[in-house]
């Protein structure tokens, strides 16, 4: 039994009622068989107009009926909860367009039904998905413009419901069905739409909002469809309103959620004392006590109170010692009675200013930055510093003398002075000789322009007066240790200094490299040097490298080994090394491996999928026909593969007829058989990825009279028994005469044709 709000909406979409038959999908063997499987049923026929909700219909539509969709745009993003219906454009996808309420979600999304057919939209911005399904049909739509956020930011919604062991709809979810109590994670931010349905009670739905890393909660108060015997007593009604309207109500602490606002009559209440509750977002909550008489309505009527807003600026206020500054706020200088302290300054945005203060006489204070925060008056005092009085120009200047080691004998001019460090002061302005003299120092000498009321600073690190020599030591590789006549002294690259003149012995140990020696002979006052290359002991290992799927690329501490999975890389130094693998529509995997000499490390690397984002997406689906769509220019970001049509473990599907043009790749599948691929022009599909790609654990797929057009590549082929059969091929995807297919498969088109023969 429908209620008040379904029977509204099947009045005002439903046109008529005829006796329809309905004609089920199946596939047999290679070619496309047609059963129709006939059962009389009472069908309808709904019209939806720009501006309405094609998902209001379908929640309404029971199996066979007719959804026709008149011209216009439509934003939402669709979930198809009912088998056995039709769904189609009444002009063609030209003028019948619905574009994604939410670019994260499927414009149109079949999940756990069978025999739906949808035909003739243009679809943007998102995608079509059929989820566990089968003998549905996808029928001339055009499909572009998939573009992601930059980023994903995600939270929770956690929902319950009274009773429980209801099932939970999260549109736009692809996956199992939950029944609650259940938590969806990894929900996108924004609004999602949850429904809740039980059998025996009446769908609950609402549009909640899901922010970053945090869990919304959700309850749902079902409402049973059929009410309990025996019959009730006589009841009486209350009718509500409010200013203003949309209020949600709840009667005697039980609440509905979004199922009943303002205005709205409450039927079959029990006579006596019952508590009406609103509550709107902005306004404080209503409520109030009535009294309900049988066979009568109880007139309510609230005026809700806005919420008060918190004050959105904050003031400053300044004095100075003395008073009488100017003031200056964010480079503004005010006038009025606020142009000088003490200054009150209202009506400030909050954050952060600068305040600067000006006085004759006085340096400027600031300008400094002030916190400001709304509803609060932040305090600034300025204490101003005054300027001192002038004093006459000096006529002499001085000279700062330091030296390393201290204690150096200064001559300055003509004049023998004290040793380092000292400052000579009243010294006359222009051009003098300095002279620094130490024992066992070499004498430094130097010039020293003097200014009148300035300070000549001058610092000198003496040279001493050699007795030893030094010796430079270089190796290759650099780092080895370094043994002078036995005894330690540093590593590679390295100067010893202060050796005694003669023969002496340097030695260079480095682990994995055979030790060096050699003779030097040192000379006081020069430098010697020692350049060694080091002789590696060989000490090399290997990494035998697999990954599922095979065929990945190689990269060992950043360099392309110029292989491709399995693979062994022989010769790799003993240590811990960086393995990376890459595989197109797959993500990155990287692990540190340890290689000990002598022995090979194993390496086994399960490939994570790159996650997909399709004009077309299939998972467990089967007996499906994909029939005269057009997708272009599915793209997305670079942590993103834009396919097409995605197939994941589908069997028995066709797609005919079909364009699926400038994509990342243009079909991609998984895992399944039995599928088809006729009549297609597949075209520019070149991003990251092929015109058609067949994965390992595809198997019996024909691929038979498309065009192939300028994809790179054209197309790959790692699955089993799969046959390519009369395509046109732009470019030949490998040889002369039998075209052969990349991949493990080792394919090939038999029977190639010369002309593309699709318009």
């Not at 943007?124 to 573009?147: F, P, Q």
């Not at 039927?267 to 909550?285: R, W």
């Not at 540093?490 to 202060?498: E, H, K, Q, S, V």
């Not at 012995?505 to 350049?531: A, F, I, Q």
Request: proline share 8%.
């Amino acid at each position: 039994m429908k209620s008040k709000e379904e029977k509204e909406l099947v009045g005002k979409y439903k046109t008529k009622d005829t006796s329809a038959k309905i004609a089920l999908l199946g596939f047999f063997t290679a070619l496309l068989i047609l059963l129709f499987a006939v059962a009389s049923v009472s069908a309808a026929e709904y019209q939806v107009h720009e501006g309405e909700s094609i998902q209001a219909v379908i929640n309404i539509a029971n199996p066979g009926d007719t959804i026709i969709v008149h011209n216009g745009t439509y934003t939402e993003n669709v979930v198809v909860n009912r088998s056995n219906i039709t769904l189609r454009s009444a002009n063609g996808s030209a003028v019948t367009i619905v574009e994604s309420k939410r670019t994260d979600m499927h414009v149109f999304n079949i999940t756990d039904q069978k025999n739906v057919t949808l035909e003739g939209f243009t679809i943007t911005d998102a995608s079509v998905a059929l989820n566990t399904t089968k003998n549905d049909k996808v029928h001339s739509h055009a499909i572009s413009a998939l573009l992601l956020p930059p980023q994903y930011q995600q939270g929770s919604i956690s929902v319950t419901s009274e009773p429980s062991g209801a099932r939970v709809y999260l549109e736009g979810f692809v996956g199992p069905t939950f029944t609650t109590p259940h938590t969806f994670d990894k929900v996108s931010v924004g609004y999602s739409t949850i429904t809740v349905s039980l059998e025996g009670y009446y769908d609950w739905s609402d549009t909640v909002q899901v922010q970053v890393d945090q869990t919304t909660y959700v309850h749902a108060q079902l409402k049973p469809k059929h009410k309990p015997t025996p019959p009730p007593p006589a009841t009486g009604a209350i009718s509500i309103t409010s200013i203003p309207s949309g209020a949600s109500i709840c009667l005697d602490g039980q609440c509905w959620g979004m199922l009943y606002k303002t205005p709205d009559t409450l039927q079959g209440q029990v006579p006596g004392y019952h508590t009406v509750e609103l509550s709107l977002a902005g306004y404080e909550k209503w409520s109030k006590e009535v009294y309900v008489t049988a066979g009568e309505t109880k007139q309510v009527h609230a005026t809700l109170t806005p919420k008060q807003q918190p004050p959105t600026t904050g003031t400053i206020r300044i004095d100075s010692t003395p008073s009488g500054a100017t003031v200056e706020l964010d480079g503004q200088t005010f006038v009025g009675p606020i142009s000088a302290t003490p200054a009150t300054i209202p009506n400030l945005d909050p954050g952060r200013h600068t305040v600067k203060l000006s006085l004759d006489g006085y340096y400027d204070w600031g300008p400094k930055e002030v916190d400001v925060t709304a509803g609060e008056t932040t305090p600034v005092h300025a204490t101003m510093t005054p300027k001192p009085t002038p004093t006459p120009p000096p006529t002499t200047g001085a000279i700062s003398v330091q030296s390393s080691p201290s204690g150096a004998t200064i001559k300055l001019d003509d004049y023998i002075g004290p040793r380092t460090p000292h400052t000579f002061t009243t010294v006359s302005p222009g051009h003098h000789k300095l002279v620094l003299s130490l024992d066992g120092y070499y004498d430094w000498k130097t010039n020293v322009d003097v200014e009148a009321g300035h300070t000549a600073y001058v610092y000198k690190t003496l040279t001493p007066i050699p007795t030893t020599g030094t010796i430079t030591v270089f190796s290759s590789p650099p780092g080895a240790d370094i043994y002078l006549d036995t005894k330690y002294v540093g590593r590679t690259i390295y100067t010893i200094t202060g050796v005694l003149p003669g023969p002496h012995t340097v030695k260079l140990c480095l682990e994995g490299y055979r030790d060096w020696s050699k003779t030097v002979l040192v000379t006081v006052g020069e430098p010697s040097y020692v350049h060694a290359t080091l002789t590696p002991i060989p000490r090399t290992g290997a990494i035998s490298v697999t990954s599922e799927p095979p065929g990945a690329n190689i990269r060992l501490d950043g360099v392309p080994i110029n292989a491709l999975t399995p693979y062994t890389i022989n010769n790799v130094v003993a240590g811990t090394h960086t393995l990376v693998l890459a595989l197109t529509g797959y993500l990155d995997w990287s692990a540190s491996v340890h290689v000990a000499p002598g022995e090979t490390a194993e390496v086994d690397a399960p490939l994570i999928h790159r996650p997909i984002r399709a004009g077309i997406y299939m998972n467990n689906a089967s007996n499906c026909v994909i029939i005269s769509n057009r997708i272009m220019n599915i793209t997305t970001t670079v942590n993103y593969s834009a396919v097409g049509i995605a197939i994941y473990n589908s069997s028995g599907n066709a797609i005919q007829n079909g364009a699926i043009i400038n994509c990342g790749q243009g079909i991609w599948i998984a895992s399944g058989s039995a599928n088809r691929i006729e009549g297609n022009r597949i075209q520019n599909n070149s991003i990251a990825g092929t015109g058609v790609r067949l994965e390992s654990g595809v198997t019996n797929t024909g691929i038979h009279e498309n065009c192939f057009i300028d994809n790179v590549p054209q197309a790959w082929d790692d699955g089993t028994y799969n046959n390519w059969v009369s395509n046109f091929w732009s470019q030949p995807p490998g040889g002369t005469g039998n075209y052969t297919i990349p991949g493990a498969a080792g394919s090939a088109d038999t029977d190639h044709l010369d002309v593309c023969p699709l318009p």
